[in-house]
């Protein structure tokens, strides 16, 4: 018997709509890397501001709603408010990454043709990822957004630190893609199915067998997740990666990749394994309250600020899986609303170590900082800004982020661990704290530090900053907003 042919995927550029926004930063990739090759290396600021052009002009495109939701590609791809809401935030916090890259990179002789490039289309993996209805999708965005981000680890290739670091990178983002896989082949040999929302239709009809394999690779699934994430135990990478790879590059994978992490969860557990949540429920709260504990106590005993900012990010993660862990609509939400805190956060604290240092001088100790405030109030005053954040202190920003996480374990039946993330929220506040007091109460031990003198650095970092202590008027908007990608 002759079967019938198979309607393609796409039958005319019209229905590419929802895609736009990853065709534009697509093409705008391919575009630089063309230019690149004519282009004099002196003027590589051209190819520079193009990339931030290009992902500040696909979140406007987001924002005006061009294209429309719907799916596409087989109905592998998705796109809906979830998806929007982190794109957006991805694009805008990748093109102040960018911003901050700038002088760094060309001081030290490091900005290479392909970083604007390597930007790109690891942006272009978080749009792929957090847009995913299908296993095979999330596969590509991840393999995308992670190999990108391995060579943007190792942009200093004469640098052993960070060669060791990518290497690290490299290694454990390969374990942790292959766990995901294992976990995916397994739900598919469950499930027979690739599409993430026929898989949840398929779970409540298995039994016996099938339903150990499905549970087998929720298992292995959520390993592969808290690899990606760097919860503890699988954050053996991110402290190495942290402090090797220059200060600009870790702005941007500390925030857009935790981003994709996020879309990659909510798309896994909730549009695909969502009836399985009381299952995936008590390994989420074991991934976050070690990740707290760990976290917490391992950033005391740190002296260089990004090695501290590292197990600090082990700590966040930690609440952000609070969130998790209380799944529903509001755990959801909350969980969203965490991240995109973050990544907010977390560029604004490697923000302000670039603005501060210069070539010869990486301003990564915490002892940097003493005497801040007399020599540049102002830059004091930014920075205790994204500390207090980064604590939870009110009315910062990094508070309402909390709360959100914790309020959603409460409601999800999590009591133990909301008093578990309120403890070590106190404890995580020392660390933070001491930086302000080194600035603020210590006398200064070394040259000043001088900051940047480049005005279009200092506006993307009092923006930044900004973002942190504008929130509380628009605190409920913001939750609403998140709140609406997982309504019904």
Not at 33 to 53: K, S
Not at 311 to 323: D, M, N, Q
Request: glycine share 10%; aromatic share 10%.
């Amino acid at each position: 018997m002759i079967s019938a042919p198979m309607t393609p995927p796409i039958r005319t550029l019209a229905e590419l709509g929802p895609l736009v926004p990853e065709l534009v930063v697509v093409l705008g990739a391919f575009a630089l890397l063309m230019l690149d090759l004519f282009i004099d290396p002196r003027r590589r600021v051209i190819t520079h501001v193009l990339a931030v052009a290009t992902l500040i002009g696909a979140a406007v495109l987001i924002m005006m709603g061009v294209g429309g939701h719907g799916t596409i590609l087989a109905d592998m791809f998705v796109r809906d408010s979830g998806a929007d809401v982190l794109k957006v935030t991805g694009l805008l916090v990748g093109a102040a990454a960018l911003g901050y890259a700038w002088i760094f990179l060309r001081e030290r002789n490091l900005y290479q043709g392909e970083v604007p490039v390597l930007f790109l289309f690891t942006t272009a993996g978080m749009m792929l990822l957090v847009s995913a209805n299908n296993l095979t999708m999330v596969y590509v965005g991840l393999e995308l957004l992670a190999l990108c981000s391995y060579a943007l680890v190792a942009c200093d290739r004469d640098s052993k630190l960070a060669s060791e670091a990518a290497m690290k990178y490299f290694v454990l983002g390969a374990l942790a893609s292959g766990m995901l896989l294992f976990g995916m082949s397994l739900v598919y040999g469950a499930t027979g199915s690739l599409s993430l929302p026929e898989i949840q239709q398929a779970i409540g009809a298995l039994d016996g067998e099938n339903r150990v394999l499905l549970l087998t690779g929720m298992v292995f699934l959520v390993v592969g997740i808290a690899f990606k994430f760097g919860a503890a135990p699988f954050h053996m990478w991110l402290p190495d990666t942290y402090t090797g790879a220059p200060t600009p590059i870790v702005a941007f994978i500390s925030s857009v990749p935790k981003l994709a992490a996020f879309g990659m969860a909510w798309r896994l557990l909730d549009t695909a394994l969502g009836p399985l949540h009381d299952q995936s429920q008590l390994l989420l709260s074991l991934l976050a309250a070690l990740s707290l504990v760990v976290g917490n106590l391992f950033a005391l005993a740190q002296t260089n600020l990004k090695r501290m900012l590292a197990y600090s990010t082990i700590s966040h993660v930690g609440f952000l899986f609070l969130g998790l862990a209380g799944g529903g609509e509001m755990g959801y939400a909350s969980a969203m609303f965490y991240v995109i805190s973050y990544a907010v956060m977390s560029a604004a604290a490697f923000g302000a170590i670039v603005m501060l240092s210069r070539n010869g001088f990486e301003a990564d100790r915490i002892d940097d900082y003493k005497g801040l405030n007399q020599r540049s109030p102002w830059m004091a005053f930014m920075v205790l800004c994204v500390m207090a954040s980064l604590a939870g202190v009110p009315p910062f920003l990094g508070f309402w982020a909390k709360l959100a996480v914790l309020q959603a374990a409460l409601e999800g039946g999590l009591l133990w661990l909301a008093i578990v993330g309120i403890v070590f929220a106190v404890v995580g506040a020392y660390y933070y704290l001491r930086v302000i007091k080194v600035m603020y109460f210590d006398a200064p031990e070394a040259a000043p530090m001088a900051q940047r003198a480049g005005a279009p650095m200092r506006i993307v970092f009092a923006v930044n900053v900004l973002a942190l202590v504008a929130v509380v008027p628009f605190f409920s908007p913001l939750m609403a907003w998140c709140r609406q990608a997982f309504a019904g």
